[in-house]
């Protein structure tokens, strides 16, 4: 009677062990950390920027919030007015001039390339916006089609279609407005982009301009995922 | 009776506590031996029941049966065949066997103490 206790305490703790092992394994399966001393590092560089960059966003926002509680009821209207101005701009509601870049787009000579009929196709398009977005290029307008964050290029019946209207003749002209013109053409020169345009007989060429002006974002937004909130 | 569940208990708390964590390539075996030691802890408790335990039987059962499986599933690696679905189903059977055989004696000696009374 004791042993037959004993075996089975035994084989109940074995199993709880194995239990656990496997519980403890299907929850957090082991990840292992397989970075060198050096991508740590570059990580933590990044972390810190975005700690710097999220306290920067909060300073702003404290000091709007303090320009709004200090004012009178006057200087509140004006200030929320001038933040509405401010949203306007940054979502690409309104005019923007500055220094920038022009890029053209076209087709290669047809002697040299053959009669290949080159096609501007969005994919291309897109990849060019991204690679803008990430040397920093401020605003862009395609064909005098504002690129905004809810613009879309697609494909349709064969036609690019930006903002929802064709862009179908060369030369496309591209306006960016950028910080660092010299610096965005260079970058522009050696990006992946610029080699696909290439690929599809279209020559990519691009100049710094002093004086820029992009027009507003024409379509009305609409917003499918806010509600407005009454108050109280 | 509560020797088991102490020693279950027991198990438990070492296994977390000592954050042991396999390859998750080897999940399948653990499994198919946690079924194996289930198994075989519910056939013991049947047979206890039905007084027909034997320790040896026990003991050899646990091991043979955690290894037998474990074979299995390698052997079924091994060809491509998942062969340890059929340790499952053959385990999985079993325990629903004993646990039902365990139910009935239980309501059993349940029911004749409450008529002895």
Request: aromatic share 8%.
């Amino acid at each position: 009677m004791k042993d037959r206790r004993i075996a089975l305490s035994l084989v109940a703790c074995t199993l709880g062990f194995m239990l656990a092992i496997q519980f403890q394994t299907t929850n957090h399966p082991k990840k292992q950390d397989k970075r060198d001393i050096w991508q740590l590092r570059s990580a933590l560089e990044e972390e810190k920027k975005k700690q710097m960059e999220l306290n920067k966003e909060v300073e702003k926002n404290e000091e709007l919030l303090n320009d709004y509680q200090s004012r009178t009821k006057e200087y509140k209207l004006l200030a929320m007015k001038e933040a509405l101005k401010d949203l306007k701009t940054e979502a690409g509601l309104t005019k923007k001039s500055g220094q920038g870049i022009l890029i053209r787009i076209e087709p290669f000579n047809e002697e040299l390339s053959g009669k290949i009929d080159p096609a501007m196709f969005p994919a291309l398009l897109e990849r060019l916006v991204n690679e803008l977005n990430r040397y920093e290029a401020k605003d862009i307008s395609i064909n005098g089609e504002r690129i905004i964050s809810r613009s879309s290029i697609r494909l349709v019946n064969g036609k690019t279609y930006v903002n929802n209207e064709p862009i179908s003749t060369f030369p496309i002209i591209i306006r960016v407005i950028a910080k660092d013109p010299k610096k965005l053409k260079s970058q522009i020169i050696a990006s992946q982009s610029a080699e696909d345009f290439v690929r599809e007989n279209l020559n990519i060429t691009s100049k710094p301009v002093k004086h820029l002006t992009l027009p507003p974002y024409s379509k009305p937004i609409r917003v499918n995922y806010m509600k407005q909130v009454k108050e109280g | 009776m509560w020797l088991p569940v102490f020693g279950l208990i027991i198990g438990l708390v070492l296994g977390y506590l000592t954050d042991i964590r396999i390859p998750p390539d080897y999940t399948n075996y653990l499994s198919i031996a946690v079924l194996a030691a289930l198994d075989t802890l519910f056939g013991g408790m049947r047979a206890h029941l039905q007084g027909t335990f034997e320790d040896k039987v026990f003991i050899t059962g646990f091991f043979f049966n955690i290894l037998l499986a474990g074979g299995l599933s390698f052997l079924g690696v091994q060809l491509g065949i998942d062969l340890y679905l059929a340790a499952i189903f053959a385990f999985g059977v079993r325990l629903f066997n004993n646990i039902a055989v365990i139910r009935r004696l239980v309501m059993d000696k349940w029911t004749n103490a409450r008529k002895n009374q």
